[in-house]
């Protein structure tokens, strides 16, 4: 991706794991027609991004979403819902504030209706910048801003886990029948070094070349891709198809710390398929899978079924946990490679 952090050893750093933003808003009176968030001007959204310590590389577009790939990661924006997910040592945070004014102002929106902050632990938590220290400091900064927000810590908090913030059950009202809404993601690492070596310019010439030799093009069918290779080495992609829905890729390829992401928002009855697709793309030694989804989503059953799929070839589920949220069932599970 971008240049590596230099530690305290002189050794280099990237810390692939990314912190996740995602806003839905609304309107205190329910009359969101005028509303929407594309009317922000693009010089807004680059001087915001300033803030966060990164900046825009590409762009793409259709009628329902703009999507734009960052020097750490990406942006999505449709018409309610603003995405933000950046690595490295990015502080999305401290964009939290001028986002809700930048709103405001140029969107008409006055209010949320749903807020999720998630990102798995740091490999090296002590390079990030505040508040992105420790997931206490991100929630202290989340709750001054929010009021009414919960925390959550799924799996070992020693070694692998998922951190999540999202708005307390039940305390923000619904306009009307929710909109079928799911998220699926794979964080991956522990990643096979022959498929990582595709990520860097020694191996591919171009951007294209890694996306198709890899054989990212063949994960989701009919998204139209807009991908950068980083120099020396380092990937990132968006997709996005007529019907708004979006993937997103992101990947540090280096052997000692190697990290891969991927996101979608595709409406699935079962991900097993996708799961599969993308774990023998990437061949991580371990990875976690998340899967949000509302009752009005054709994915609500598929955080139950995550429960049934106790492994993946040699991927083995380590562990598994549940939760009801403000709207969504989610699950988080952990797999990781049996023993050669």
Request: hydrophobic share 35%.
């Amino acid at each position: 991706m971008a240049e590596p952090d230099q530690n305290f050893s002189g050794e280099h750093y990237f810390e692939g794991v990314e912190k996740l933003l995602e806003i839905w808003f609304t309107r205190t009176d329910g009359k969101t027609k005028g509303c929407d968030l594309r009317a922000i001007p693009r010089n807004k959204w680059e001087t915001l991004l300033q803030i966060v310590h990164c900046e825009v590389i590409s762009f793409s577009s259709n009628e329902l979403v703009d999507a734009y790939v960052l020097s750490e990661s990406s942006m999505f924006v449709s018409k309610n819902r603003f995405i933000l997910k950046t690595c490295g040592t990015t502080t999305p945070l401290q964009c939290l504030e001028p986002l809700l004014m930048l709103v405001k102002q140029h969107a008409g929106f006055n209010a949320y209706e749903d807020v999720f902050y998630s990102r798995k632990n740091f490999k090296r938590p002590d390079l990030q910048k505040v508040p992105h220290r420790s997931f206490d400091q991100e929630v202290e900064l989340l709750n001054n801003i929010f009021k009414d927000g919960s925390s959550y810590c799924l799996g070992d908090e020693d070694s692998e886990c998922w951190y999540l913030y999202t708005l307390h059950p039940n305390n923000v009202p619904r306009s009307g029948l929710p909109q079928a809404d799911q998220t699926l993601e794979i964080l991956m690492s522990d990643l096979d070094p022959k498929v990582m070596s595709i990520f860097t310019k020694a191996n591919s010439s171009s951007a294209a070349e890694a996306t198709k030799k890899s054989g990212i093009d063949k994960l989701l069918p009919n998204m139209r891709i807009d991908d950068f290779l980083f120099d020396p080495c380092g990937y990132s992609m968006n997709g996005i198809n007529k019907s708004g829905y979006y993937m997103t890729i992101h990947i540090t390829p280096e052997p000692s710390f190697s990290y891969v992401s991927f996101e979608s928002n595709i409406p699935q009855s079962s991900y097993k398929d996708v799961i599969t697709r993308v774990i023998e793309t990437f061949k991580p030694g371990k990875f976690v899978v998340t899967v949000f989804a509302n009752e009005a989503s054709p994915a609500s059953s598929s955080a139950r079924e995550m429960d049934k799929l106790s492994c993946f070839g040699p991927w083995m589920q380590c562990d598994i946990q549940f939760c009801r949220l403000n709207n969504y069932d989610l699950s988080y599970t952990f797999y990781s490679k049996f023993p050669s």
